[in-house]
DNA sequence: CTTTTATGAATGAAGG
DNA sequence: CCTTCATTCATAAAAG
């Protein structure tokens, strides 16, 4: 069964600025948000339940436990699958991305060079990591939120809607983000949380 | 297990209508819609591969499968977990393509910051578009046209060299090569995750 | 509608 | 740090 979400997209697209080069943005209603909210929180709990259950499972049955051994040790979560074939640039597993995301957001924007060890070392718990690729995401991270920001600062025709974010120790994402795109399709988009396919899943296709 | 979710929204409060009986609605940006889709579709990618490990366990073992059967049976868990995913992406009208390739070919292959803010102004003209894809335009070009020249032209000059790895000689690019990701294999099935309180969602015009 | 191809976008790594 | 390149992923468009 499908969210109602899915094909209750209701938020109405309003022109910020008045003017023909105002910009469009997407409405949500409070309801709305707190529906979000909500199945985001869903989703959440069901995670965490299928991790207990999964561990309940793989404690009580060592056969199952190694069997998915490579399996779910960070493959579950190896995120789209990529050939196996002697993969010649890293690639952080969900866990090890969000864990330097969460460093990455607590602000310390100087990776100094213990640091980069310890991280390191912390990171190799869910994978294979190297210094280096801690060293270069870091520095691509910061350069490319650096860009967004310059891309989506031209904002001098100030609109209506008053930039009072009153959150000035964010650095990263900023409410005027983002670039316009065209959209062909001027059939109602909304939130377009459709299922094209599943695909890209962990089929590891060795 | 929750994720930035709580701090992300940086959305504004702006009245729909002009008058003073106006609605306050939260504002999203597509930055900040696209934040959303992202997480909400990690949650269901994940959701979706512990239901297949689950599925492998308890295929392995009865005695596990009952006992969790009615665990994730649950009321909570109903049907379909998909990947929601929502990304459109920018694609050139037949007169922005024109103007893109006569500036590739004049041989600029440097396309400076400056000028890039340039060509995409020029292009505004023409339809919507953004500095950034025009940066990945000429990106995308050059490497295309890179990898075209070495392909079609298999010059011996350089020996040897072609020891790598995989088969880079391949006539262009070979899709049998690499892996296959589709999988249209209809599924009418999996989790879903349903909540009493999301079932009567925002379609409730309350 | 399904499969394949073309290409926009994301990102790890290297160079300066 | 900043820019550039190479490879990969995802999806719109085309082909069947």
Redesign the pocket.
């Known amino acids: 069964m499908m969210m109602e979400w899915e094909k209750q997209p209701q938020q109405e697209e309003v022109m910020v600025n008045g003017n023909n080069n105002g910009i469009f943005v997407k409405v949500m209603t409070d309801e709305q948000m707190e529906v979000l909210r909500e199945q985001i929180s869903v989703y959440a709990t069901i995670c965490e339940q299928l991790v207990e259950m999964h561990k309940s499972l793989t404690s009580h049955h060592d056969l199952a436990g190694v069997r998915l051994g490579n399996l779910y040790c960070d493959p579950l979560v190896t995120?789209?699958?990529?050939?196996i074939t002697g993969?010649?640039?890293?690639?952080?597993t969900p866990v090890q991305?969000q864990i330097l995301e969460s460093i990455f957001d607590q602000g310390n924007?100087?990776?100094s060079k213990q640091k980069i060890k310890d991280i390191t070392s912390e990171l190799l718990q869910h994978g294979q990591i190297?210094e280096?690729?801690v060293y270069?995401?870091f520095?691509?991270?910061?350069?490319?939120s650096?860009?967004k920001q310059q891309v989506s600062a031209p904002n001098n025709a100030e609109s209506e809607v008053e930039t009072e974010v009153e959150s000035p120790n964010e650095k990263k994402t900023k409410p005027e983000d983002f670039q316009f795109?065209q959209n062909?399709a001027p059939r109602a988009e909304g939130l377009c949380f459709q299922n094209?396919?599943m695909?890209?899943g962990m089929d590891s296709t060795d």
């Not at 995120?79 to 050939?83: D, F, L, Q």
């Not at 993969?87 to 952080?92: A, Y």
């Not at 520095?139 to 490319?144: D, L, V």
């Open positions: 995120s789209v699958g990529h050939k993969r010649q640039r890293w690639t952080p991305l924007g100087t990776p190297s280096t690729n270069n995401w520095q691509n991270r910061r350069a490319r650096k860009r795109q062909p094209p396919q695909s890209s």
